[in-house]
């Protein structure tokens, strides 16, 4: 390999090659040229991307942020206060309510009464008199009823005591003093547990006598059940009542039996119950069985087992529990487990308000949570979960089940309670929540009056209300960079939801707007609002046109902000909670907004662009309007995009979907403003070029090249962020930038030129070196050059080229797309042709030194070696070629490379042709020379491929050394195998044919041929005929010394001889395989008194002459087809083997050869 082909690893990443004046300052200078024109526009994207993630790390959900205050946005309760009298009576209620408490204490209330005075005389703020005064008069009043609410719901795992594996079970219950209590055995077990049954059995019979004590067991009537058929798990579900004359000491007693008879035991148990006389064990079960079943079997019903329940153990908010069933003695045996469910209540209560219970329980409620949020409003780290505290329960509750209200009386009062009061000091949304669910799940249509619908239905509206207010505000209220405030909106829109959901509402407001409906209204209209507030504050102070810009994109970009945190956030929680799409509506109310505001004002700003004269590179306002109006543009863009987020149903026929539009003159005058600023940058870059310094000779490329290509790549990419959204419109724009570029890059080709030029390189004088400069230009321009590679692929040729055939047709397209190609082409073409006048002078700088080495190549002594008489030369090649590849990018090289390669080829072949007639050795060392001057600039495949090195002049070179080297013989053999090729090659009979036969006999080792006719023989004679004859010569004659020149007989006046003649040529078989060997029949014009004329002649190849592989062929002719050939001229020797046969004046063989071609050419007619 050539040694300048070896690369060296410094020269690969020449950034490091190149040690530049301090590199911020340099492009301070640089970028300080053009006002930094291009940087202000590729920054734009990035503080477009900068202001998105602020955005979006200013919306990280926090915990700790504090919630905005709605207190603004709230709607203000009405005031109604009690008056003095309506608070004396309503706090002797409580007075009344807390001093008969009925139940025990459960979990969460108070188990002191003093507690509950307290609470009490807190809330209603009365003095220590004015309290006891009340409470005495509570004391007078008579005390309320107690009632006890059985509800026998089930049992399970009954003993089964008929013949078919079931039993049919009913109860009977009924409350029982304290003065009866069973005997216990020595354990302390009753020996016999109270059973109705047993005890009228005892009586009817008249085994015992009944005690007086005994004829009090059931206080109240004795009730029973329904019975059961067949059925181990029975299910009742059936309620019952009983007054309560002793909550301390009775007891709650039920018996289970199977029954096994017909008779109607309920019809029974009401009659006996109706007899007044009947007291006592008048009472018991047997009675009952007795009436109803006159005249039948005592024992015909079965025992299930019974249940004793203490009323004093049952707690205020009830139970509902499963209870074991007991056996009536020890001996007995039952099983199974019956469910109760228990509640306590009042009656006959001796109150002002016995007839107003829901009304009362209203104002209670209304009191303590006023009371308990304003207790809660001044704490600020400890926020009221809206739980009352613990003697607020207890009383609300005691007077709940006192005056025996309905859990949905109970979620009414709460619901209305909590939804004035939050109009005030603002609950927590879940917790009203709950509430709401409350109300939905204990809701009876049936259950409520007039007023009390009505009631509701207000504060339905109330609260209705307050959440729309609230939703109006919703951006300042609940911004999404606060988790609580996220989860307040969260769970106000799930209770309007649910308040839409709820037949409570749909029965207390039939007429009410849709819920959807009304806030996709209140989503407008805060919509609105908000965008009208943006637009004030973002108002430019002045009316200059960059003002007013800048406060165009201020105004968008808090937009574009809005919608993102519309799609990302309030989107997702308005469309899963109230099935309202708030990015469509907030977005499509915002577009028609800005649509408004952005028409007129980018109309007033193209006026004012359309009077201003055309832009130059020292307009700084009008880069200033520029760049505001792509930032608008870029602004808008951005917001356009988010329709994608619609649904498809949406997004046609939006206001904006033409925005674009506005900023076509605008982005006209940029790219006219941006070749201006192009120049200028260029100049500057290449001025600056001179202050680098060099490492080393490797150095690929400078500063300027990189300033150019990334000052067209910051042209380029202000196309992509264009992103121009009309695919045929695209078009105007992606010719202005590859006109910036291509004029641009052509510019920057010419400043380098220039500058090489100015630095004397393309004078006459001086001797050839490569310098930093030289190649620093050349690289450049390359550089430059190979950046406008990308544009087809970077500006999208392929798109476009596909659109406009879609809008004008396949050869619109296909015009579109050969415009731009053929721009790129020119820029190409002037950039090489800047690159080829630098290579075509250093090839003229080198010629000189190259003609003198292959001098003393030529006429070095006979006795030096080609490869020592070569030295200089390829020494002075290879140390230039290894400098020019060590500083060049590659592309430079080889055309520099080619340059050489033709100049040292031109050296060769003028000192070739004007030393022709030399002897044989002289061009042995020529021949020679080329071959290792090939193999210098091939360098084994990583210089010149073969197709570059193989030029005219090397072909002529290789061609003609190759026959002057030769020896006579070996020319002449060229010269029969050339004419050979150019026989085989003919095909237009110009002169006629001859037809002949030849073959070879190895019998008698002879050539036979017979000349049969010719025809269409040119006419050579006056009369228009010739007297033809042929000439038959076996050619070379150094092959066949031995063989004479055999003659036919002449023919007269025709052009179509029959000769039919044979001849026999005594010759071997391998003289007729030696180079070149071939038989030649030259067609002669017999003349008298002249010389022949040459009518034509033919050359066949002896190698192929039919038998050679045969012994012999006694056929003879007969066994050859015929072989007709078209006649060929004998030509005038100028080139190849007969114009080197010429020079060789010294050879008298060379000399008759070709004085014998030359004549028969002459000879020609």
């Known amino acids: 390999m050539a040694t300048w082909a070896r690369k060296e690893e410094g020269w690969k990443n020449s950034e490091h090659n190149v040690k530049h004046i301090p590199m911020r300052q340099y492009y301070d200078m640089v970028q300080e040229a053009d006002g930094n024109f291009f940087e202000s526009f590729t920054a734009l994207s990035w503080r477009q991307e900068n202001r998105r993630l602020r955005a979006s790390s200013e919306e990280d959900l926090v915990e700790d ?82 009632v006890l609410t059985v509800t026998v719901a089930e049992a399970k795992d009954l003993e089964a005591k008929d013949a078919n594996g079931y039993s049919d079970p009913y109860c009977m219950l009924g409350i029982v003093p304290p003065s009866f209590s069973p005997p216990s055995t020595p354990g302390g077990k009753p020996k016999n547990r109270l059973s109705f049954k047993d005890r009228q059995r005892r009586k009817s019979r008249g085994k015992d006598k009944v005690t007086q004590s005994e004829d009090l067991i059931a206080k109240s009537p004795i009730l029973v059940s329904e019975v059961r058929r067949k059925t181990l798990n029975p299910q009742w579900n059936e309620k019952f009542r009983f007054e309560v004359e002793d909550l301390k000491n009775d007891r709650l007693h039920i018996d289970i039996w199977d029954h096994d008879d017909e008779a109607s035991i309920i019809e029974a148990a009401r009659k006996l119950n109706e007899v007044s006389g009947i007291k ?109 505290s613990q003697p607020a329960q207890t009383i609300l509750h005691q007077h709940f089940i006192q005056q025996e209200l309905t859990p949905l009386d109970e979620a009414i009062v709460r619901w209305r309670a909590y939804s004035k009061q939050h109009l005030q000091y603002a609950f927590d949304y879940e917790f009203l929540y709950k509430l709401l669910h409350e109300l939905h799940n204990s809701w009876q249509p049936d259950k409520i009056t007039r007023e009390e619908e009505q009631d509701l239905a207000e504060s339905f509206a109330d609260f209705i209300e307050l959440c729309m207010s609230l939703l109006d505000q919703h951006r300042g209220l609940f911004p999404t960079n606060n988790r609580q405030a996220m989860c307040k909106l969260d769970y106000i829109l799930r209770c309007l939801q649910l308040i839409d959901d709820m037949p409570a509402y749909s029965k207390v407001c039939p007429f009410h707007a849709p819920m959807r409906r009304e806030i996709i209204k209140v989503i407008k209209q805060g919509t609105k609002d908000w965008y009208l507030k943006v637009r004030a504050i973002t108002k430019p102070i002045t009316h200059s046109d960059e003002e007013v810009l800048q406060s165009m994109v201020k105004l968008t970009n808090e937009i574009n902000t809005d919608v993102q945190k519309a799609l990302k956030y309030y989107n997702k929680l308005f469309l899963s909670i109230v099935n309202v799409d708030y990015f469509t509506v907030a977005y499509k109310q915002l577009e028609s907004l800005l649509y408004k505001d952005m028409k007129e004002g980018m109309e007033d700003i193209n006026v004012a662009l359309q009077a201003e004269p055309p832009p130059s590179a020292s307009d700084q306002e009008d880069v200033t309007i520029s760049t505001s109006l792509f930032e608008l543009y870029l602004a808008l863009k951005e917001f356009h995009a988010l329709k994608e987020s619609l649904p498809v149903s949406e997004k046609s026929e939006l206001h904006m979907d033409s925005y674009f539009l506005w900023f076509e003159p605008a982005i006209k005058r940029w790219f006219s403003l941006a070749r201006h600023k192009a120049f200028r940058r260029l100049e500057k870059a290449v001025e600056l070029d001179k202050e680098v310094e060099l490492v080393h000779s490797m150095v690929k490329h400078s500063t300027s090249a990189v300033d150019s290509t990334c000052c067209f790549g910051q042209i380029r990419e202000f196309y992509r962020q264009l992103d121009w959204p009309d695919p045929v419109g695209a078009y105007t724009f992606v010719t202005l930038v590859m006109d910036d570029i291509c004029v641009g890059a052509k510019y920057y080709a010419e400043l380098m030129h220039k500058k090489l030029k100015a630095a004397g390189y393309f004078d006459d004088e001086g001797q050839f070196d490569v310098t930093d400069q030289l190649c620093i230009t050349l690289n450049n321009i390359e550089h430059v050059k190979r950046s406008l590679a990308s544009l087809p692929e970077s500006l999208g040729f392929a798109d476009i080229e596909r659109s406009m055939q879609k809008a004008y047709g396949e050869v619109g397209g296909q015009q579109s797309h050969r415009t731009l190609v053929n721009m790129m082409e020119s820029a190409n ?18 010629q000189p030194d190259i003609k003198k080495f292959v001098f003393h190549l030529a006429w070095a002594p006979d006795s030096a070696r080609t490869d020592d008489a070569i030295c200089p030369l390829m020494e002075y090649l290879d140390n230039n070629l290894k400098t020019l590849n060590m500083s060049l990018l590659r592309a430079n090289f080889d055309k520099i490379l080619d340059e050489i390669w033709n100049v040292v080829l031109r050296e060769l072949k003028d000192t070739l042709d004007g030393n022709l007639g030399k002897e044989s050795p002289f061009y042995c060392r020529l021949h020679e020379a080329l071959d290792i001057l090939e193999d210098l600039f091939h360098a084994d495949g990583e210089g010149l491929d073969d197709e570059t090195i193989q030029t005219e002049d090397y072909k002529y070179l290789r061609e003609t050394l190759t026959l002057q080297k030769a020896t006579t013989d070996e020319l002449i053999e060229q010269f029969f195998l050339e004419k050979l090729q150019q026989q085989k090659e003919e095909t237009v009979a110009n002169y006629g044919t001859l037809s002949v036969k030849v073959y070879y006999d190895n019998s008698d080792s002879s050539l036979h041929i017979e000349v049969m006719s010719g025809k269409d023989l040119p006419a050579l004679d006056t009369n228009g005929y010739s007297d033809p004859f042929v000439l038959i010569e076996l050619c070379p004659s150094h092959h066949f010394p031995s063989s004479a020149i055999e003659k036919t007989s002449i023919k007269k006046k025709t052009l179509n001889p029959l000769f039919d003649e044979t001849f026999k040529f005594p010759v071997a078989v391998s003289q007729l395989k030696q180079t070149g060997a071939c038989v030649l029949f030259t067609v002669m014009d017999h003349d008298v008194l002249a010389r022949d004329d040459v009518a034509g002649e033919v050359f066949l190849p002896l190698a192929e002459v039919y038998g ?50 030359r004549a028969l050419a002459l000879q020609c007619g």
């Open 65 to 146: 942020k504090p919630l905005p205050v709605e207190s603004q946005a709230a709607v203000k309760p009405d005031s109604q206060k009690l008056s003095k009298d309506e608070l004396d009576t309503l706090y002797k209620e409580l007075m009344y309510t807390i001093r008969h408490r009925i139940g025990t204490t459960s979990d969460g209330h108070s188990p002191f009464d003093e507690d509950l005075y307290n609470y009490a005389q807190e809330v209603f703020h009365f003095t220590e008199d004015r309290h006891r005064a009340l409470l005495d008069r509570a004391k007078e009043l008579k005390a309320p009823k107690c």
């Open 280 to 388: 006592g064990v008048g009472r018991y079960f047997k009675q009952i069985v007795q009436s109803a079943r006159a005249g039948q079997d005592d024992d015909v019903d079965d025992f299930l087992g019974c249940i004793d329940i203490n009323l004093a153990r049952i707690p205020s908010t009830g139970c509902d529990q499963w209870f074991d069933l007991e056996a009536r003695s020890i001996r007995s045996r039952v099983q199974g487990r019956l469910r109760l469910q228990l509640q306590l209540g009042t009656q006959e209560r001796d109150t002002p308000y016995k007839e107003e219970a829901i009304m009362v329980h209203q104002d209670l409620y209304n009191l303590f949570v006023e009371h308990e949020a304003r207790a809660h409003s001044d704490q600020v780290f400890d926020k009221w979960d809206g739980n009352l």
């Open 829 to 846: 073409d002037d950039m090489s042709n800047k690159i080829t006048d630098v290579v075509i002078v250093i090839g003229k700088k080198m």
């Open 1108 to 1157: 050679q592989d045969r012994p012999s062929i006694p056929e003879g002719f007969r066994a050859v087809k015929q072989n007709t050939v078209l006649l060929i001229r004998p030509e005038p020797p100028k080139f190849g083997p007969l114009g080197v046969l010429e020079t060789r004046d010294w050879d008298k063989t060379a000399q008759d050869f070709y004085k014998k071609r």
